[in-house]
């Protein structure tokens, strides 16, 4: 079987070390040798890591789309438009396509599966969400007697990573993410990171495969975790709670409500003890109820261990489509109705607070009074919620969802 | 597409409900509908709660032989030697065959599989192993492209429970079990639970399954939770660690260590909260690293959801092999030569102690000394470990391993 490979970085990199260490037993699973027969990459000389072996290493994509000799194609190499016309192009030709591209698969993966239908090409896409954690594979095949309506998780390495580091040793946010750049967590622009884009494409991609709806990403709310204090996470962590950056999706059978943002959790619950750069996805089924799936959100073996599976899978079912229905319908995002606790930091004193709340027939306890006024309030309804957000009176200078366990 | 079921208790019935409520959804993965054509049950009489339609119900398991419409069966009936031959009279007319047993898979797993492979019929057992966690799809699948070096898990949800209702709410044994019989979770006999051999069954299927490798349940040392004392539950907590029923298995490439007993894993441990009746498997692979799979143990949908996920795969794969490579070789079962901390309660006092840990250069911190003497060691080797038990002078209440992270 020929495979090409579209980039060569860190997670192509670790294709070819998993290839070359793992051979006796893919070849084993497949029944033929995998041949790296070609690489694409934008810079030919450039000294790489990997051994290519006997692969074709070219900056010309044409000359992999003119090729007869291809069976699937591997791209690791990211972009957007262009990389999903590429793409396409091989999907026309029968050609599988394998992607870990979640910017681009969040926006246009309907656009491609439609093509790998009509062409009998299978796309997969395991390494796009949480990186090695096999979760694409739980939900289409391991829990697909399941009508799902709960996804939520970790899905961004980074972004947790600075969130441990503040939560356990004390660091603050610019700190955390000096350390997180200098350990190559971080790029040097972590907006897409820190801001929260990279859960919400994942959350995304998630929620189509956990629904069977289309969605569009554009109507997903997200914040990062730029603002968040240390004083939040500490009064947080006296209550009980851990912060995490989550990404958070349920389903009625109709719409969805999403959301990405920083929430705080139980201790006991399972997410709660994900730690620095792991990442976990939870799946709520009709069946099965709470499953957690856990493992490394990124890294170059890691990743490859999605991608090289996918591509095992491919080659195992012989064109049998791998991958679940592909939704017509498309989902709106709105927003969720269900009524959830609130951890608030207010900057007027108790007694103003209390008399606030109270008027509002809103329950709390308090967490801290030294300074701020900090309360976790009972569960609150969207309309309240609104209600106390839009005060500008008591000076709300924090405020985070509490996840019940 | 005509099924039939051998048994119709919890998981029985559990199926039922699930190709029911998910029916729209089940029969859009495969293409056509589920019919349950037939029952097998020991008494027909019985009253159930499931609606079983127009299934035929029948106690002559002959009936179901002698039928030519029958497309695949779900055993969930239990039973040894009975079972295994009425299973293998289906795999031989090329019938697929799904079961939930593994007290029966634990011991004829190689039997059925070789039957199953020279019939071209699937042998399916997720339900098997963790009831609803899709471990099976996630070793055989999602994992696939990586050599499985340990696996290791909380397999069983009775002795979870009762473990669980110790830490957290100081039960004592006694008490925990009588809770857990009457919620169901134990039954009139616990032997098959509280002495580990469940988990020792399932740590069996999972090391087969992860490792490619035969393996002799009777060399599977086990340690049940009959003896455990509250007394080194909390010690044990005040020093940070959690005792949890863990099934753990580690495999060198030919040989594999494997056991079930109490352990004590660090508060971090991803398996540390894993609670109650649940269950979750930690899989570490040469690619990916460490996972873990995380859901129910037991229950009527629950493990309906791993049957019913078992026929929809087995379906849509239209007869190509859904299960990994048969093995062929086997793997002798040898003591773990892995260094590890103990947890050590001695009956003489600390100043003895002190004295024999030194003159044996074990390093050790004190976690109680108040009425016996309880340290946690450094890492001892096997041989060392045996002298210090082999002791009979120092007297050892407790022992129990302590789980790194």
Not at 2 to 11: D, E, F, Q, S, Y
Not at 151 to 177: E, F, H, P, Q
Not at 229 to 237: F, M, R, T, V, Y
Not at 344 to 367: C, K, P, Q, T
Request: glycine share 10%.
């Amino acid at each position: 079987m020929n495979l090409a490979i579209l980039g060569m970085g860190t997670v192509g990199c670790g294709i070819m070390e998993v290839l070359s260490m793992n051979r006796e037993k893919i070849t084993g699973l497949i029944g033929e040798e995998i041949t790296v027969s070609h690489v694409f990459v934008s810079n030919v000389d450039k000294k790489r890591d990997a051994d290519l072996g006997g692969a074709i290493v070219t900056d010309d994509i044409n000359s992999l789309l003119d090729s007869d000799g291809i069976d699937a194609v591997i791209e690791v190499m990211g972009g957007m438009e262009t990389t999903r016309d590429v793409l396409i192009q091989f999907l026309e030709k029968g050609i599988h396509v394998i992607s870990a591209n979640k910017d681009m698969l969040a926006k246009y993966i309907d656009e491609l599966a439609l093509v790998a239908e009509e062409n009998d090409a299978n796309l997969l896409y395991e390494a796009s969400i949480a990186g090695g954690i096999p979760i694409v594979n739980a939900i289409e095949h391991g829990l697909n007697a399941n009508q799902i309506h709960k996804v939520m998780g970790i899905l961004n390495g980074t972004t947790n990573y600075i969130l441990s580091k503040m939560t356990k040793d004390g660091w603050d946010y610019a700190r955390a993410l000096d350390e997180a750049k200098e350990k190559g967590y971080a790029e040097a622009d972590p907006t897409n990171d820190v801001d929260g884009f990279d859960a919400q494409r994942k959350i995304v991609l998630l929620s189509r495969l956990a629904y069977g709806r289309k969605v569009d990403i554009d109507e997903v709310p997200v914040t990062g975790i730029r603002n968040v204090e240390l004083k939040d996470i500490s009064n947080a962590g006296d209550a009980g709670l851990k912060m995490k950056l989550v990404g958070k999706s349920e389903f009625d059978g109709e719409n969805v409500s999403m959301e990405v943002a920083p929430v705080l959790l139980p201790d006991e619950h399972q997410l709660a003890s994900v730690e620095y750069e792991k990442n976990a996805v939870y799946v709520m089924g009709n069946a099965v109820g709470e499953t957690m799936f856990y493992g490394p959100g990124a890294g170059g073996p890691e990743t490859a261990s999605a991608v090289v599976s996918d591509l095992i899978n491919c080659a195992r079912s012989r064109g049998a489509a791998r991958t679940g229905t592909r939704p017509e319908a498309a989902a709106h995002v709105k927003a969720s109705d269900t009524a959830y606790s609130y951890y608030i930091r207010f900057s007027s004193d108790e007694a103003a607070i209390s008399n606030h709340l109270a008027g509002m027939n809103i329950e709390y306890r308090l967490v801290d009074a030294a300074d701020d006024t900090t309360v976790i309030t009972g569960p609150i309804g969207q309309e309240q919620l609104k209600k106390l957000e839009s005060d500008t009176q008591h000076g709300i200078r924090a405020l985070y969802q509490v996840e019940g366990n």
